[in-house]
C-alpha cells in the first residue's frame, strides 16, 4: 500500500511539474525565426526524431482506425495521401515540392517508393542538414531552407506540390494558399494536410473553447488555424484553381497519434537514459499540450484537413509576393 501511495505521489509530481514547464515556456509565434529555432533545437538535440522517427506528423489508422504501431502510421499516413490525392497515378520522374519538409520522412518515401524527384524545404537550418544525412545519395531528394510565405522558385516550378501540417505556422494564410498554387505547374496537382479549427463561421468558439485554442497557439509557435472551409476557399479565391478545391476529414483516421505519441515515452524508456533529466523534463513539458490537442480534435473543436486542387491553366500575375515571414516542418 506504501508503494501504492509513493508511485501515486510521484505521479502527481510530473504533472505538477509538467504543468508548470507547460504553462512558464509558452513558444508564441513572434515572426519566423520563433518556428525555426525551435525546429533546430528540437532538431539538434534528437529527441523528437527518437520518439516520433523520420516523420514529424501524425500517423494514419485506417477507416475505421485500428490498432498500429505509432511509426509505422505515420508512414501509412504519407501512402494514403499519394493514394488520396491520386498521386499513385503519376509517372516517375515527376516533380514534387514538399513544403515543410521536417527531416525528409514524406521526401524519401515519395522517391523511393513513386520515383518522383522531390525537393523539401523547411525554415529550420538542422532540419535541412539532418534529412540530407538521413537521405541515401542514389535517392531523388534534395533539401533547402526556405520560405513557404515567399518561396523562392520561379511560377509553375513542380508538377505536384505537397504540404503536411505546415499551415498552422503561416501568419498570412491567403497568401500562403497563394504561394502554394504559385509555384504547380498548370494542370499540375496541390495535396495538402493540415491540422484546423471548427469553423468558427457558423457556430463561433464559446467561453471555455477560446482559450483552449488560446494555449494550442501558443505551445507550438501558431499564429492561427484556418477552417477546412475556410482554407479551400482562400484556395479558390487565389482564381489558380481548376474547378472547386476537394476536402475530406481525417480526424478520425488520425486522431490515435496524440496519446500514441505520449505512450512512446512509457514504452521506450532508454530515452530517458539517451538524453538524461534534460531531456526528460523537455519531453514532459509537451504532454499538456499534446493531451489538449487530443481533447481539441476529440470533441470536434480542432479537426484534420486534407485539400486538394488542380491548377487552372491560367496567366494570372503572380509577381507580387510578400516578405518571407514563415514555414513549418513536417
Not at 490525392?85 to 520522412?105: E, N, W, Y
Not at 532540419?127 to 541515401?136: D, I, S
Request: charged residues 20%; aromatic residues 10%; glycine residues 8%.
Amino acid at each position: 500500500m506504501n508503494l501504492f501511495f509513493l508511485a501515486l505521489a510521484l505521479l502527481l509530481g510530473l504533472v505538477a511539474i509538467a504543468i508548470l514547464l507547460y504553462l512558464l515556456t509558452a513558444r508564441r509565434y513572434q515572426s519566423a525565426d520563433t518556428v525555426a529555432n525551435s525546429y533546430d533545437e528540437w532538431t539538434e538535440d534528437g529527441i523528437l526524431e527518437y520518439y516520433w522517427g523520420e516523420h514529424i506528423h501524425l500517423g494514419h489508422y485506417g477507416s475505421p482506425p485500428q490498432p498500429k504501431d505509432f511509426l509505422t502510421a505515420k508512414a501509412d499516413f504519407v501512402r494514403e495521401m499519394v493514394r488520396w490525392g491520386g498521386l499513385d497515378q503519376l509517372p516517375p520522374g515527376t516533380t514534387v515540392l514538399d513544403v515543410g519538409c521536417g527531416i525528409g520522412g514524406s521526401s524519401r518515401i515519395l522517391a523511393r517508393e513513386y520515383g518522383f524527384s522531390v525537393t523539401g524545404i523547411t525554415i529550420s537550418p538542422q532540419q535541412v542538414q539532418r534529412a540530407t544525412e538521413l537521405t541515401p545519395p542514389d535517392l531523388d531528394a534534395k533539401f533547402l531552407v526556405d520560405d513557404a510565405m515567399a518561396m523562392s522558385f520561379p511560377d509553375a516550378s513542380f508538377d505536384v506540390v505537397w504540404s503536411i501540417e505546415a499551415g498552422p505556422h503561416m501568419p498570412d494564410k491567403a497568401v500562403f494558399a497563394k504561394e502554394l498554387l504559385r509555384v504547380v505547374k498548370p494542370g499540375g496537382i496541390l495535396v495538402v494536410a493540415d491540422w484546423n479549427q471548427r469553423d468558427d463561421r457558423e457556430k463561433p468558439l464559446n467561453f471555455w473553447e477560446r482559450p483552449v485554442m488560446r494555449q494550442l497557439l501558443d505551445q507550438w509557435s501558431h499564429p492561427a488555424f484556418a477552417s477546412i472551409e475556410g482554407f479551400s476557399e482562400l484556395l479558390e479565391d487565389t482564381g489558380l484553381t481548376e474547378g472547386k478545391v476537394i476536402t475530406a476529414d481525417w480526424t478520425a483516421q488520425t486522431l490515435p497519434s496524440w496519446l500514441d505519441s505520449i505512450w512512446q515515452g512509457v514504452v521506450r524508456p532508454k530515452g530517458l537514459i539517451k538524453f538524461g533529466l534534460a531531456g526528460f523534463v523537455k519531453s514532459l513539458r509537451e504532454v499538456p499540450t499534446l493531451l489538449l490537442m487530443r481533447f481539441a480534435f476529440g470533441v470536434g473543436l480542432c479537426r484534420f484537413g486534407m485539400f486538394r486542387a488542380v491548377r487552372a491553366d491560367s496567366t494570372a500575375n503572380l509577381s507580387d509576393r510578400p516578405e518571407a515571414v514563415a514555414t513549418e516542418s513536417s
